[in-house]
């Protein structure tokens, strides 16, 4: 099987259970966003190891704290149960988690006595790259989730999170596919020859109009304005493309061209979610500032 046959297939089989998970289960069934924050968690997690693999790999003598690191799978959680207003408990866990980390960071300590060897920036601060990114940014996918503009009073049936997340996703989709094509077929300036030859500013260009514009048209059927939805888009996918740059400037340094093959034909959870990662940030920070409803 081709790849591309790969790449269609594991969209065919992962879309679906990602839109699932976006719009869940009305909220007398189960609480609001709860199927997002779990899938968002899940994305968390795998992207962590797979970080944390691709590390070790490329410098053996790092050993990345790990408990420290899983702080960025609880960041989205947080992010969730502090919405949950009837929830009585969020203080405690978050004392917990701070537990968590001081036994983490005293660890540290007693392994660099024990051992002889200073690694300590190497190992904590690895883990607190991990805990920012993707951690943080996914806490925000969870934000705009659950972000309510009071667009249900004008009869809007999706909830105004889903709204955007949906709109960024069509937006970044069609981007990618666009600019994957133009620039095989049309691309002759390279974008970044050194992070990542095979992007070409056409495939940039035709992929941020297209899908701009497939933005405004998606904007119609799910109660968005278009101008709004253009803006939106072409922030997202202008921080999308960064991104993308990001992470594979991050991949040339370890020496990998996939972070995994968890996803096939996409390789790994942070090659297929690199440009959403930023994306979805970057349309929660402007959706305070610009009119959603219709």
Known sequence: MSELAKRVLTALMGIPVFLLALVGPPAAVMP?????????????????????????????EVRVNRPLAMVSVYLPFDAWLGSQLQATFPESIRLVVAAIMMVALAWEVWQAERLGKLC?????????????????????????????????????????????????????????????????????????PRLSPHKSWEGAAAGTLLGTVTASLTALAIGLTPLTAAVLASAAIVMGQVGDLFESALKRELGVKDFSGFLPGHGGVMDRFDSLLFALPVVYLLSHFLSICS
Request: hydrophobic fraction near 50%.
């Open 32 to 60: 609001t966003g709860s199927t997002w924050v779990v899938l968002v968690m899940l994305i968390a997690l795998v992207g962590m190891l797979e970080m944390l693999s691709a590390v070790e790999k490329r410098y053996p």
């Open 120 to 192: 300590v920036w190497r190992n904590v601060g690895t883990a607190a790259f991990v805990v920012l990114y993707p951690g943080l940014l996914l806490g925000i996918w969870v934000k705009l989730r659950l972000m309510d503009m009071g667009c249900a009073e004008q009869g809007v049936r999706l909830s105004d999170g889903v709204r955007l997340i949906l709109l960024t996703c069509v937006s970044m989709w069609m981007c990618d596919s666009t600019a994957y094509f133009v620039g095989k077929h049309l691309g002759k300036r390279r974008m970044s």
